[in-house]
C-alpha cells in the first residue's frame, strides 16, 4: 500500500557510471584494506581506523582525491576521512596516496548524509570540507543542494569544540544560497570568506573543478565557517 511505503530521501547527488580504468579498479581491489572503510552498525572509532588518535578532518565528495591527497601530505599531525560515491574517483585517490606515501588517510564509498548520521559520532571532528557540492543550478533541483538548515546542523553535532565548516563553490547563485543558509544558522558564525578568481583558495590546494570553472569564466567564493559553542 502507498502509505506504508518508505520515502526515498532526497539525495544530493546522481550516481554517475564514470569509466573505471584497469588500474582504478586494481586499486580498489588491491588498496582497500590500505586506505578503505566499511562502516559497521554504529559510529566509526576513528582512533582505531587510523591506528592513532589526532584530529580528524572530513571531506565530502572528494572527487578524484588529489587535493584531499594534498591536504593529508601538508598536515602529518591530522587525520583525513574522505566521503565518495564515485568510484572510480575513490581507485584514482588510493593510487595518489600509494604513490605519495600517505599513512593519514581512509577512504568511504558511501553517501555522505547518512555517514554523518549513522557512523560519525558526535563532537569527534576537527574540520569538515565541503568543496563544489554539485550546484543544482535549476530551480527546481535547489531542494536536492546539500547545504541546507538540516545538514548545517548535523556538521555542527559532528564537529567538536571550535571545529570548522569549509565550503567552496563556482556557481554564483550557489553562493547566495549558503550565504542564506548559514546566515540564518545558530550554529555556525563565518569567520572568513573569499571571493577569486582561482589564484587565492582559503586554507586548501586547488581542485579539478575549481581548474574547470576558471576555464568557464565562472568566480570562486570561499569561506570558513566556526562552530558557535554554546
Known amino acids: 500500500m502507498a502509505n506504508s511505503e518508505t520515502r526515498r530521501p532526497i539525495r544530493s547527488f546522481v550516481r554517475r557510471a564514470g569509466r573505471m580504468t584497469a588500474s582504478q579498479q586494481r586499486a580498489l581491489e588491491e588498496l582497500w584494506p590500505d586506505y ?4 559497521g552498525t554504529g559510529p566509526i572509532d576513528l582512533a582505531l581506523a587510523f591506528g592513532r588518535a589526532a584530529p580528524c578532518v572530513l571531506e565530502i565528495g572528494f572527487g578524484n582525491g588529489d587535493s584531499l591527497v594534498q591536504l593529508a601530505q601538508h598536515d602529518p599531525a591530522s587525520n583525513f576521512l574522505g566521503i565518495e560515491v564515485h568510484e572510480p574517483g575513490v581507485g584514482h585517490c588510493m593510487i595518489a596516496a600509494r604513490a605519495a606515501a600517505i599513512t593519514n588517510l581512509k577512504l568511504i564509498v558511501h553517501d555522505a548524509i547518512e555517514i554523518l548520521e549513522s557512523h560519525i559520532a558526535p563532537a569527534s ?9 554539485d ?27 571550535n571545529g570548522t565548516l569549509h565550503i567552496a563553490t563556482d556557481w554564483a547563485n550557489y ?17 572568513e570568506k573569499r571571493e577569486h578568481d582561482g589564484e587565492a583558495p582559503l586554507d586548501r590546494p586547488a581542485t579539478k573543478f575549481e581548474r574547470r570553472g576558471g576555464r568557464l569564466g565562472h568566480r570562486i567564493w570561499d569561506w570558513r565557517f566556526q562552530k558557535i559553542d554554546l
Do not use: M, T
Request: aromatic content about 8%; hydrophobic content about 35%.
Open 135 to 161: 550546484p543544482w543550478p535549476k530551480k527546481r533541483h535547489h531542494k536536492r543542494r546539500i547545504v541546507q538548515p538540516e545538514f548545517v546542523e548535523l556538521c555542527a553535532s559532528r564537529l567538536g569544540r
Open 36 to 39: 578503505g572503510i566499511k562502516p
Open 125 to 133: 571532528l576537527h574540520r569538515i570540507n565541503l568543496y563544489f557540492p
Open 175 to 191: 553562493a547566495e544560497h549558503i550565504d542564506g543558509v548559514l546566515a540564518g544558522s545558530p550554529v555556525f558564525i563565518c569567520r
